[in-house]
C-alpha cells in the first residue's frame, strides 16, 4: 500500500477537490473553524486539539474519534481489540489506553480486563463525558475503569512498572512531534517488565507533513530513531498491514525489559 501523497500539497489538494467536488464545503468550512480554534489557542496544541475535539464531540461523538456511524464505529472497536487478544493479551494485564476517546475499543478491553485493570486517560473531557456514556449504555459499571483527563503524556499520575500492555489508537496520527515525544520520554517508566506499547500513526514516504494541525504524517523511521533516542526498542508491526485500516503501527518496549524478557 502506498502512503507517499503530501496531503498539505496545492496539487494534492486541487486533484482530490476535482475528484470529490462534495466535499469541498465542508473542508472549507472545517477550515475556517480549525483557523479559528488555532487563533482563539494561541499556538498551544493540546488546548487547540481539545477544542477540535469539544467541537467534533458536540457533533457526533462516534464521529469524533474518526467513525461516524454505529457500525464503522463497532467494526475499528473489535479490530483494536481482537488485534491485541491474537498477541495474547490476559484478563489479568493492566492495560492503558492513551487517547481512549468514546471507548470504541475500550469498551471492549473493560469487559475483558479484571475490574480495575483498564486506565484510560485523554485531553478531551467532552469525550470523555462520552465514554462514560458508553460505558453505562454497555452496562460495564462494576468492572470499575479509570478515565482520566490529562493536559501532557508526562504520564506521572500513574505507578511505575504496572502496565503490560499501553495502547494509543489514532491518536499520534493527530500528534506534533514533541507530543510523540514526550510520550516516548515517560512511557518506559509505566511499562511492566516486558510490557509493549502499541501505536498508530500516519505512515508517508514522502516528505513528513500536516493538514490543519489535525492529521500528522510522518516516516517510520523519524519514529523508530525518535524511540531509540528514548531507550526504546522499536519495531514495525507487519501483521497490522494486513488489516483494513489506513494507519500504521510500531510497538515499543523499554530497551532494559526487553533484555530481561529475552534472558540476553
Ligand atoms: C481518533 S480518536 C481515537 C480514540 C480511541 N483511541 C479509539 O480508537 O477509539 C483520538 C483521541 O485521542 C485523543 N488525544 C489526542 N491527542 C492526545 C494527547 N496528546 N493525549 C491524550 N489524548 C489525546 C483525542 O482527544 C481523541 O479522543
Given at each position: 500500500m502506498t502512503r507517499s501523497h503530501n496531503r498539505s500539497s496545492l496539487t494534492h489538494r486541487l486533484r482530490y477537490a476535482a475528484r470529490n467536488p462534495r466535499r469541498i464545503v465542508p473542508f472549507l468550512r472545517r477550515t475556517a473553524r480549525d483557523w479559528r480554534l488555532r487563533q482563539q489557542t494561541g499556538g498551544d496544541h493540546i488546548a487547540y486539539y481539545r477544542a477540535v475535539m469539544k467541537s467534533d464531540t458536540a457533533r457526533n461523538p462516534r464521529g469524533a474519534v474518526g467513525t461516524p456511524t454505529q457500525e464503522r464505529w463497532n467494526a475499528l472497536g473489535k479490530m483494536q481489540f481482537d488485534y491485541l487478544i491474537s498477541h495474547?493479551?490476559?484478563?489479568?494485564d493492566h492495560v492503558l489506553d492513551i487517547g481512549c476517546g468514546n471507548l470504541r475499543a475500550g469498551h471492549h478491553l473493560i469487559r475483558f480486563l479484571?475490574?480495575?485493570?483498564y486506565h484510560g486517560l485523554d485531553i478531551s473531557p467532552d469525550i470523555l463525558l462520552a465514554a462514560q456514556r458508553t460505558l453505562t449504555e454497555q452496562g460495564l459499571?462494576?468492572?470499575l475503569p479509570y478515565l482520566t483527563l490529562v493536559n501532557d503524556l508526562r504520564l506521572a499520575h500513574l505507578p511505575a512498572g504496572h502496565f503490560q500492555v499501553v495502547h494509543a489508537h489514532s491518536v499520534f496520527s493527530h500528534s506534533p512531534l514533541e507530543v510523540i515525544e514526550e510520550c516516548f520520554g515517560h512511557v518506559g517508566r509505566v511499562l511492566a517488565p516486558g510490557g509493549y506499547f502499541d501505536f498508530t500513526y500516519n505512515r508517508t514516504g514522502g516528505p513528513e507533513h500536516q493538514v490543519l494541525r489535525e492529521d500528522f504524517y510522518y516516516r517510520p523511521g523519524t519514529l523508530l530513531a525518535l524511540a531509540a533516542a528514548h531507550g526504546l526498542e522499536a519495531h514495525v508491526?507487519?501483521?497490522?498491514?494486513?488489516?483494513?485500516?489506513?494507519q500504521s503501527k510500531i510497538r515499543v518496549r523499554a530497551a532494559d525489559t526487553q533484555t530481561v524478557a529475552s534472558g540476553t
Open positions: 495474547g493479551l490476559s484478563p489479568a479484571e475490574p480495575g485493570n459499571q462494576a468492572r508491526m507487519d501483521d497490522w498491514e494486513e488489516l483494513p485500516h489506513q
